[in-house]
Structure formats: C-alpha cells, structure tokens
C-alpha cells in the first residue's frame, strides 16, 4: 500500500511539472495565461515556449499636484483625466469633467438676443412660463432661448416681441442680433409710401379745429400741428422768438417747450400739481422704449424742470383728469389732452408717431377757442 501511494505520487509529482513545462500556446487556458501575468507583469512574448517579461510602459506625465481634503494628492494629466494618490500608495484615475457641448452655456453677451430677451421679459415683469403662455409655446424652450440652447427662428422672434410688446425699433434690434436682417424700415412722412398715413393726421388735425392738436414723434418734436395749436403756442409772444429762447438747433419740440424755464413755464399756473405728472410720463416713455438715446435726450429735459414739490398729497375734490393751467396776460385758460396712436402699425415712424389733441375742461376755455377760428 505504501508503494502504491508513493508511485501514485510520483505520478502526479511528474504530471504538474510536464504542465508547467508545457509550451505557452495561443488556444491554452485563459486561467493559466492570467496567472502568468500575474506572476510576471509586463507583455508576453510571442514565441511558443516562454513567458518573457518586458518592461512596462512609462507612466503618463501628471501635471500639477493638488491638494484634496479627501486624503491625497490629486493631479490632472493631458488628455482630461485625473490621478489621485490614496493612502496606500496605489494610484487611481478617474475621467474629469469635459467642457464640451453638453456642458452648461456660457454668459450670454450684453448685446445678444438671450440678454436682450430677458431684459426685456424682466422689465414687463414676465416669468419664463407667463411668456410662455402668451406667445404659445412650451416654457422649456424659452429657457433654451434665453440661455443659448436654442437659437430662435425669425417667426419666433415676432412671436415673442408681439408678447412682450416690444416696438418696432428694439425688435429690429432683436432680429439683428440673432444674426436676421431687420424687418421693419423707417420712412419719412413725406415719402409715397407714407401718403396714407399723412392724409389721415391731416384729416385728423384739420377736424379738431377751433382746438388745438399736434403731431410729436417720439422725441416729442412736432411733425405737424393746426391753426388753433399755432394760437396756444404763439399766445405768450411771438412763437420764432419763443424757439430760439429754448431750442438751440430750431426745432420745435413740445417738452423741451413745456419744460424750459424762458418757454411756456412761467405761464403754466399749476406748475407744481402739472409738472410731476408730465415727467412721471416722460420716464415711463423712456423705459418702455429701451433706447438708449431717447434716454438721453428724455432725461435732459427733466433735468430743466428743476427741483419739484414732492408732496403727494390728495386733495379732496379731484377732476377726471388734470389740467393744464396757462395764465397768459390775465387770460386763463383750462386744458387737457388726448393722445392717439395707430393701432397697427408695421413702419417705425408710424409706431412712433402719436397725436396730442387738446380739450377744454371749462366753458371759457372753448369759448375763447371758438372766437379765435
């Protein structure tokens, strides 16, 4: 028995050593290949019969090494990856972040259509699903168009401007700086295409005869006016000598008039209960525009006003509208107006043109008027 085991021994002795002599063949068992590579790192060479260890690959430069409050040290090679040494020793490597198109937006430009439409949503006090709601698309994709996901289409652009009720002018603004060409032109009155328009202000003035009316553009320069605004403006003196006191390029402008300490100022009665109201008015243009240069020129007539009473009492009695108060050599006069716009516009000067129409607010007012035609 005891012979018998040894031998058996023997055999098994002799089998392990031919399978560890046996030639390394490309069809052999994976799990001995394995414990190759376990044993000897490296590559494997490729002639039949040994395992030959060949050196590694240099390890991949790491850049600059950085502290982590996680234990360690981190680095970041070229090509956006990370390596972290951990406490062992052993090295670790992890993708890092990409910057790449599935990442978030950039900022927007201050003069891009993404700022442009939020300033503007911003100022009419719109949330991204009550534009959404107005102009009938999804909320999801006014917040891709605000920040830069989705570029708009040019029916969009309308779409939105018509929402928010933007001019004509700052959507021209806006399809120019989605990289459209503008769409709406600016004509003068006196050109063919604008014949309607200027037969309808001249129907309109001509009608409102004995009482005055004017045609002011969005600078409040006056376009057009009728006899009886001609006797309203010429009533303190003569009105070429008027212009010249307050307008230094001669151009008659109906707010710089009103404002202007040499112009119509020293007759308006009223001027303290008048004066706020009119400029409250002239901010609010001012803003709703967004045009920087009407800003400007808005802002320098406020400024000729000068300081104002601010006290915002309420009287007891107050009228349906306020007057407007003119005490011109013992002669008092009561008005107030009424300001029409064109309903559809599609040219820049007809949006930005309105009429100022002047009404009494007393008998003797219009009878005045009247006795003057």
């Known amino acids: 028995m005891l012979c018998r085991f040894q031998s058996s021994n023997r055999n098994c002795w002799s089998r392990q050593l031919r399978t560890i002599a046996r030639p390394v063949r490309r069809r052999d068992n994976c799990s001995f290949i ?19 260890r060949v050196a590694s690959p240099p390890p991949q430069p790491v850049g600059p090494l950085l502290y982590s409050p996680a ?3 981190q680095g970041v090679p070229p090509g956006g990856r990370t390596v972290h040494q951990d406490g062992r020793g052993g090295i670790k490597r ?47 994709h006014v917040s891709w168009l605000e920040t830069g996901r989705s570029q708009p289409s040019r029916d969009m652009i309308v779409r939105l401007s018509d929402a928010m009720e933007i001019p004509l002018r700052e959507r021209n603004v806006l399809l120019q700086c989605a990289g459209y060409v503008a769409a709406y032109s600016e ?7 604008m014949l309607p328009v200027l037969d309808a202000l001249n129907r309109v003035l001509l009608h409102h005869e ?13 376009k057009r006016k009728n006899k009886a605004a001609d006797l309203m403006l010429g009533i303190g003196g003569d009105p070429n000598e008027l212009l010249k006191r307050v307008s230094a390029d001669g151009e008659l402008n109906l707010a710089l008039l009103t404002l202007h300490p040499q112009g119509l100022r020293p007759y308006i009665s ?21 045009d920087a240069q009407l800003r400007r020129r808005l802002a320098e007539f406020i400024a000729l006003a000068g300081p104002l009473d601010q006290n915002d009492s309420i009287g007891e009695s107050l009228l349906p509208v306020l007057p407007l108060e003119l005490n011109i050599n013992r002669l008092e006069l009561s008005l107030f107006s009424v300001i029409s716009t064109f309903g559809t516009p599609q040219d820049i000067t007809t949006d930005e043109l309105r009429i100022e129409a002047f009404y009494p607010t007393d008998v003797r007012t219009e009878q005045f008027f009247r006795s003057m035609a």
């Open 94 to 140: 992890r993708r890092s972040r990409e910057v790449g198109p599935s990442a978030s937006p950039l900022p927007a430009a201050p003069h891009s259509f993404q700022s442009l439409c939020r300033q503007w949503r911003q100022f009419r006090k719109l949330s991204q699903l009550d534009l959404a709601l107005a102009a009938n698309v999804s909320q999801r």
């Open 210 to 222: 004995p009482l005055p009316a004017l045609v002011v553009d969005r600078f409040w320069n006056v």
């Open 187 to 193: 004509s003068r009155l006196e050109e063919p295409s």
């Open 270 to 290: 009223n001027w303290q209960q008048a004066a706020p109201a009119f400029i409250r008015r002239l901010k609010s243009e001012a803003l709703a525009s967004g």
């Open 34 to 52: 394995a414990a190759a590579l376990a044993a000897a790192p490296g590559k494997i060479d490729s002639e039949p019969g040994q395992v030959k």
């Open 71 to 73: 234990g360690g040290m």
